[in-house]
């Protein structure tokens, strides 16, 4: 293994102040999580309405594992495809109003499926450069020419697809997941339109959380279906479980069903997850309100901080990132932070652009005024 200087790789990372560590939590991902003996508020996790912990969804997952067990046992196209992932999958279409959905093990996979089997050898794909790093590698697994735009650039966009000749993809997330901003969608799809190019959407932070009923980015916009005719979104955010899934027309998932590599060829999630995600699903259907909670969070943080002369970055999403520049000052800060009893994201390059280290704090339904006050007591000493 020597050739590979593996160490070599590993100091220069400590050196730059890049080195990630994994912090161990013994407790479940809610507003406040213990970390060794410590308890520590939560502001790191995209469990934005607080559902990863809740009362219902326990009781769920235990029903489920009485009668499903535990594991699928096969992939979704030998006999792994459970009750629960219909009935999941089902109930998704329905929620954001496309013909059919399609679950998939990870947000990741999805994305891979979605580039890997619809943009072909001739194509081009145009994305966004803050894209996420699903739809960077969905890309490259591709037989498809690859093409990025600066961060929100309609002009670069429609350069872009104005040289183009090929058949066109464009990619974008909806809520950018490091900045919390969101794509001009509406320009966009105005020039989908005009140049004839397939949208793929990747809500993954603006699935239950944005629009009324907390159905995402298309909600919020009033964006049709046939505006957006690729939707992918997660169920491991803001709906507090795990998995993702593509929702459009019949013909689009079952031709990911039949061609989207990892779709196929991985084992399905556990129907327990399945069931898990549609409990969570539900509850979000029938308590709107905790969408309420959670824009009222993000007003709440967003004006203490003002009174409190903390620059934050564009973003009315659960997504509040503090840029602070250097790797070194990020950490610092972090540190202090995390002794005050705060726990929050810590972003670094190559996640992030060189020089644009940042906090990334989450901003969930579930706290309370009290502990947003502590938050940004401890950032306005600490920053
Ligand atoms: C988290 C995320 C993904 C990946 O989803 P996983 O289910 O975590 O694999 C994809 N796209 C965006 C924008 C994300 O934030």
């Known amino acids: 293994m020597k050739f590979l200087e593996l160490q070599k790789s590993l100091d220069e990372r400590v050196e730059q102040g890049l080195y990630r560590h994994r912090r161990i939590l013994n407790s479940g991902q809610k507003t406040q999580v213990i970390i060794g003996d410590e308890s520590l508020l939560n502001f790191a996790s995209n469990d934005y309405l607080?559902?990863?912990?809740?009362?219902?969804?326990?009781?769920?997952?235990?029903?489920?594992?009485?009668?499903?067990?535990?594991?699928?046992?096969?992939?979704?196209?030998?006999?792994?495809?459970?009750?629960?992932?219909?009935?999941?999958?089902?109930?998704?279409?329905?929620?954001?109003?496309?013909?059919?959905?399609?679950?998939?093990?990870?947000?990741?996979?999805?994305?891979?499926?979605i580039l890997q089997s619809l943009a072909k050898?001739?194509?081009?794909?145009?994305?966004?450069k803050l894209n996420h790093a699903s739809l960077i590698d969905g890309a490259r697994l591709s037989s498809a020419e690859s093409k990025r735009?600066?961060?929100?650039?309609?002009?670069?966009?429609?350069?872009?697809?104005?040289?183009?000749?090929?058949?066109?993809?464009?990619?974008?997330?909806?809520?950018?997941?490091?900045?919390?901003?969101?794509?001009?969608?509406?320009?966009?799809?105005?020039?989908?339109?005009?140049?004839?190019?397939?949208?793929?959407?990747?809500?993954a932070h603006g699935f239950g959380v944005l629009g009324e009923t907390g159905s995402g980015i298309c909600e919020a916009l009033g964006l049709t279906p046939k505006e957006v005719p690729v939707l992918m979104a997660t169920l491991g955010k803001s709906l507090g479980g795990y998995g993702a899934f593509v929702a459009g027309e019949k013909a689009l998932i079952d031709y990911l069903i039949q061609f989207g590599r990892s779709y196929i060829y991985t084992t399905a999630m556990p129907a327990v997850i399945a069931s898990g995600n549609l409990t969570n699903l539900n509850y979000l259907r029938n308590n709107p309100e905790i969408l309420l909670?959670?824009?009222?969070?993000?007003?709440?943080?967003?004006?203490?901080?003002?009174?409190?002369?903390?620059?934050?970055?564009?973003?009315?999403?659960?997504?509040?990132?503090?840029?602070?520049?250097?790797?070194?000052?990020?950490?610092?800060?972090?540190?202090?932070?995390?002794?005050?009893?705060?726990?929050?994201?810590?972003?670094?390059?190559?996640?992030?652009?060189?020089?644009?280290?940042?906090?990334?704090?989450?901003?969930?339904?579930?706290?309370?005024?009290?502990q947003i006050d502590e938050l940004v007591a401890s950032l306005a000493k600490n920053k």
């Open 50 to 113: 607080g559902l990863a912990s809740q009362q219902a969804v326990k009781g769920a997952i235990s029903s489920s594992v009485d009668q499903y067990g535990f594991g699928s046992g096969a992939s979704h196209l030998i006999c792994g495809h459970q009750k629960p992932h219909q009935d999941l999958e089902d109930a998704l279409a329905q929620f954001v109003n496309r013909e059919a959905a399609l679950t998939f093990s990870t947000g990741y996979m999805a994305n891979l499926a």
């Open 121 to 128: 050898k001739g194509d081009v794909i145009i994305a966004d």
């Open 149 to 203: 735009y600066s961060h929100c650039d309609m002009t670069m966009l429609e350069q872009r697809l104005s040289h183009s000749k090929q058949n066109k993809f464009v990619v974008t997330d909806s809520v950018f997941s490091m900045d919390g901003d969101l794509a001009p969608l509406k320009e966009i799809v105005r020039l989908c339109e005009k140049y004839n190019a397939v949208l793929i959407v990747d809500d």
């Open 293 to 370: 909670r959670l824009k009222k969070n993000i007003k709440y943080f967003k004006s203490q901080c003002y009174q409190n002369n903390i620059d934050l970055l564009p973003s009315d999403t659960a997504i509040q990132p503090m840029l602070v520049g250097s790797n070194e000052a990020l950490l610092r800060l972090n540190e202090k932070l995390f002794s005050d009893g705060f726990l929050v994201g810590a972003i670094r390059p190559p996640t992030v652009a060189e020089d644009s280290a940042r906090l990334r704090i989450t901003v969930s339904a579930e706290h309370n005024q009290q």
